[in-house]
């Protein structure tokens, strides 16, 4: 970051999915040619004022490897106030690993210029998209202290990178399943020795705190083992006991899928505690790729989005100027329903809401 950082209100991290070209395991499981874009273009209204499929804008449907979509894309996240992209990175163990083929290029190519860090989205790939949760695509593995080593060793370039996001010069990492984990804390330790015998002052390690509907968090020992910050994950859904009845008879009626609406006070539940970061959706609609067993929130706008990233940037006002990460879920994951990128019927409008937000 330049010298301006302290004049920033939040530095807004957008979750980035490279799932946007075909590779040989995808062709196998779903079908030649198969990418994130076959599940967004064969999605189908499944109610009444069930809006499907969203299809992009300006982009288009992409191909990751293409370095102009990539340069494209940092482009706009950089007109609108995105400070990087979190690349969901995949090793699944014994240097197992899928999709890498956009970073590696935005890595050894110097571009483009928007920053970045990785997300390790460590949980086996299974068929639960497709009513096929017991099939076991890649099963994630835990294979000790050596495979740490060389886990870290294939991504300590990305940390050298001047693009790299940095806290305090420290490199940030993402663990999507920290609870998963066969021992956290000892996981966290062996990384930081590991990024200080690179000749780094250490590594910025981040927790996702995993609270779909705000039942219960799946992980809550971030600051006990160590990490460096929680990311608070909630959909911004009206949940109440009311709602849920109302939502239970309408699926049963209607056989699916889940419906909530969408709350524009999603900061009011956020935990009071220093290490806990904040995250904003603009939307949530995965039925793209879960059909009827899917979950879909109702009424999102991008002003009711305004509202949630205002609040949420707020929230960060008393941190330090580096420690206020703003997480956004997400640029494209468009079969999520949840994306910054331009689409047919909002065309800029939720990235002109964030950068709003981000400036209240």
């Not at 990539?70 to 106030?81: N, P, T, V, W």
Request: glycine share 8%; net charge neutral; with cysteine.
């Amino acid at each position: 970051m330049s010298g301006g950082l302290s004049a920033i209100n939040a530095r807004a991290i957008a979750f980035y999915l490279p799932q946007y070209f075909p590779i040989p395991e995808n062709n196998e499981w779903w079908g030649p040619g198969f990418t994130e874009w076959t599940n967004v273009a064969r999605a189908r209204p499944l109610f009444r004022g069930h809006r499907q499929p969203t299809l992009p804008a300006d982009l288009g449907f992409y191909d990751l490897r293409l370095p102009e979509t990539r340069q494209a894309q940092s482009d706009l996240a950089r007109e609108y106030g995105v400070e990087a992209f979190a690349y969901w990175h995949y090793w699944f163990g014994g240097g197992d690993r899928i999709l890498e083929r956009p970073f590696q290029e935005v890595l050894s190519s110097g571009r483009p210029e928007v920053s970045f860090c990785l997300a390790w989205a460590n949980q086996s790939w299974t068929g639960i998209w497709h009513a096929a949760a017991d099939k076991v695509l890649k099963q994630q593995r835990y294979l000790g202290e050596d495979d740490d080593r060389r886990h870290f060793e294939t991504i300590v370039p990305a940390f050298r990178d001047e693009r790299y996001l940095r806290v305090d010069d420290k490199p940030v990492f993402y663990v999507f399943r920290p609870e998963e984990l066969p021992n956290a804390a000892e996981f966290v330790d062996r990384w930081q020795a590991m990024a200080r015998s690179a000749g780094l002052p250490g590594i910025y390690l981040v927790a996702e705190s995993s609270d779909l509907l705000g039942t219960g968090a799946r992980y809550i020992t971030g600051k006990a083992d160590g990490f460096d910050a929680s990311v608070y994950m909630r959909l911004p859904a009206e949940v109440s006991r009311v709602a849920t009845l109302k939502m239970r008879a309408a699926r049963k009626l209607r056989g699916g899928p889940e419906v909530w609406n969408y709350s524009d006070s999603v900061v009011a539940g956020l935990p009071r505690d220093e290490q806990i970061q904040p995250c904003v959706y603009p939307n949530w609609d995965n039925t793209p790729r879960s059909g009827r067993r899917g979950l879909v929130l109702s009424g999102a706008t991008p002003e009711k989005f305004r509202r949630n990233v205002r609040d949420a940037v707020r929230s960060l006002a008393a941190r330090p100027p580096q420690e206020r990460l703003l997480w956004v879920k997400s640029w494209n994951e468009w079969a999520e329903g949840n994306h910054l990128e331009p689409d047919l019927q909002h065309g800029h409008d939720w990235l002109r809401a964030l950068r709003a937000g981000l400036a209240q």
